[in-house]
């Protein structure tokens, strides 16, 4: 047994002996009638347009957001053959065991929100016979095993930020400390509804909405369930389904609140959580947001949804923050963007497949069609999408080719 092994032994001890924690207000109940329906059917309203904020952290991290809609926009394309992840290009080799013993796939799976916290190890909320399910892979997806799902039917998102320490939420929170053999529901004071949850430099971020129609930012070291809430706010818009979006590189970190335009966002440096000037702000459309770094941080703009349409446009953040726009994208109505590294840019959308830059935007190319709601990297090279219709993609080689991760026992 190597040290790794030993502290992870230890820390699954230790919390399990911890005790519970007691369950969350009355308040987290209140929204599970308004918000959930939509997002578990994974549907999305045009006139909403939430965003997604995916990065590559520092622990290797990777995390994938939910967009609910309420219809589809006209254009559907059918899925791709069945395949499965190529043996060539990707190891096996399994990780050691941590976390509960795992049993068989359930019937009818359908996927809904993936995280990674290295190549091998990953992790797909999803339901199976209208309860949730949570499946784990140590094999890079070779092989899934289900694991305790919190007894909670309006759960959209997942995220682990290492092997032990997890949550699930929508529109409440729920944790986990021992690798998903237990989980407990958490209240962030104030709060009243989760709209995301990040992980990185071993804390985890969230962004919650209050009574009082206001973005708040909350912190916890990641083996605890210790929730500070940040002094400043982000305000919410006028429109109808306002939707706020993290997206983590080490120690930085920015949001984004988004109700049909850009309304606010605040930036993480330091450990504190400020004001920041986003990208996009003047747009009259939505934004999503990626990173691999500190300095490779880039934006997808609707530009001109709610005015005149220009398409959608991509955005490179400068050494002095300032964001440059960089030219259109060959799709309309992103729905993802990722950037594994500077230079490569890739943009998704649910009903025009994921286009991709490996030259810094001179030249763009569409390198799958699948409908995708959700992308990101846990490596410069291996990637995973998930789509409008349930499938989990992945690629081992940087975002040139995409394959379909079967789940199976």
């Given at each position: 047994?190597?040290?790794?092994?030993?502290?992870?032994?230890?820390?699954?001890?230790?919390?399990?002996?911890?005790?519970?924690?007691?369950?969350?207000?009355?308040?987290?109940?209140?929204?599970?009638s308004g918000n959930v329906t939509?997002?578990?059917?994974?549907?999305?309203?045009?006139?909403?347009?939430?965003?997604?904020?995916?990065?590559?952290?520092?622990?290797?991290?990777?995390?994938?957001?939910?967009?609910?809609?309420?219809?589809?926009?006209?254009?559907?394309?059918?899925?791709?053959?069945?395949?499965?992840?190529?043996?060539?290009?990707?190891?096996?080799?399994?990780?050691?065991?941590?976390?509960?013993?795992?049993?068989?796939?359930?019937?009818?799976?359908?996927?809904?929100?993936?995280?990674?916290?290295?190549?091998?190890?990953?992790?797909?909320?999803?339901?199976?016979?209208?309860?949730?399910?949570?499946?784990?892979?140590?094999?890079?997806?070779?092989?899934?095993?289900?694991?305790?799902?919190?007894?909670?039917?309006?759960?959209?998102?997942?995220?682990?930020?290492?092997?032990?320490?997890?949550?699930?939420?929508?529109?409440?929170?729920?944790?986990?400390?021992?690798?998903?053999?237990?989980?407990?529901?958490?209240?962030?004071?104030?709060?009243?509804?989760?709209?995301?949850?990040?992980?990185?430099?071993?804390?985890?971020?969230?962004?919650?909405?209050?009574?009082?129609?206001?973005?708040?930012?909350?912190?916890?070291?990641?083996?605890?369930?210790?929730?500070?809430?940040?002094?400043?706010?982000?305000?919410?818009?006028?429109?109808?389904?306002?939707?706020?979006?993290?997206?983590?590189?080490?120690?930085?970190?920015?949001?984004?609140?988004?109700?049909?335009?850009?309304?606010?966002?605040?930036?993480?440096?330091?450990?504190?959580?400020?004001?920041?000037?986003?990208?996009?702000?003047?747009?009259?459309?939505?934004?999503?947001?990626?990173?691999?770094?500190?300095?490779?941080?880039?934006?997808?703009?609707?530009?001109?949804?709610?005015?005149?349409?220009?398409?959608?446009?991509?955005?490179?953040?400068?050494?002095?923050?300032?964001?440059?726009?960089?030219?259109?994208?060959?799709?309309?109505?992103?729905?993802?963007?990722?950037?594994?590294?500077?230079?490569?840019?890739?943009?998704?959308?649910?009903?025009?497949?994921?286009?991709?830059?490996?030259?810094g935007g001179h030249t763009w190319?569409?390198?799958?069609?699948?409908?995708?709601?959700?992308?990101?990297?846990?490596?410069?090279?291996?990637?995973?999408?998930?789509?409008?219709?349930?499938?989990?993609?992945?690629?081992?080689?940087?975002?040139?080719?995409?394959?379909?991760?079967?789940?199976?026992?």
């Amino acid at each position: 047994m190597n040290d790794d092994e030993l502290v992870d032994q230890l820390r699954t001890t230790l919390r399990t002996q911890a005790g519970r924690i007691t369950s969350g207000p009355d308040a987290w109940e209140r929204f599970v009638s308004g918000n959930v329906t939509a997002a578990r059917d994974r549907r999305r309203n045009r006139a909403i347009v939430p965003m997604a904020v995916i990065g590559i952290a520092a622990a290797v991290v990777i995390a994938f957001v939910a967009l609910p809609r309420g219809h589809s926009r006209g254009v559907s394309v059918g899925a791709q053959p069945p395949q499965t992840v190529p043996e060539s290009t990707t190891t096996t080799t399994s990780v050691p065991a941590v976390g509960p013993p795992g049993g068989p796939v359930p019937a009818g799976f359908e996927a809904m929100s993936v995280t990674f916290v290295s190549a091998q190890e990953g992790w797909v909320l999803g339901t199976a016979a209208s309860s949730t399910a949570i499946l784990r892979t140590r094999d890079g997806g070779h092989s899934w095993a289900s694991i305790p799902a919190p007894p909670s039917t309006t759960l959209t998102t997942v995220r682990f930020a290492d092997r032990l320490d997890g949550w699930a939420y929508g529109p409440g929170l729920w944790s986990t400390h021992d690798g998903g053999a237990t989980w407990h529901t958490v209240a962030i004071p104030g709060a009243v509804q989760v709209s995301a949850v990040e992980a990185s430099a071993g804390s985890a971020q969230a962004a919650v909405f209050t009574d009082s129609a206001q973005v708040r930012m909350a912190t916890s070291p990641i083996g605890t369930d210790s929730w500070a809430v940040a002094g400043m706010s982000i305000p919410v818009g006028g429109g109808p389904v306002p939707r706020a979006e993290i997206v983590l590189s080490g120690r930085s970190g920015w949001v984004v609140e988004v109700d049909r335009t850009v309304v606010g966002a605040a930036q993480l440096a330091g450990g504190r959580w400020t004001a920041w000037l986003p990208p996009c702000l003047d747009v009259q459309g939505p934004a999503l947001l990626a990173a691999s770094s500190d300095t490779n941080v880039v934006a997808a703009c609707d530009v001109g949804l709610w005015a005149s349409y220009q398409g959608e446009h991509w955005y490179q953040r400068q050494s002095d923050g300032r964001f440059i726009d960089e030219g259109t994208v060959p799709v309309r109505h992103a729905s993802a963007v990722a950037t594994p590294v500077q230079g490569v840019v890739l943009v998704a959308s649910d009903d025009g497949g994921i286009a991709a830059t490996f030259d810094g935007g001179h030249t763009w190319s569409q390198v799958d069609p699948s409908p995708v709601e959700q992308l990101g990297f846990t490596t410069p090279t291996q990637g995973v999408a998930m789509t409008a219709d349930h499938r989990l993609l992945m690629t081992v080689d940087g975002g040139h080719t995409w394959n379909q991760v079967t789940f199976s026992s």
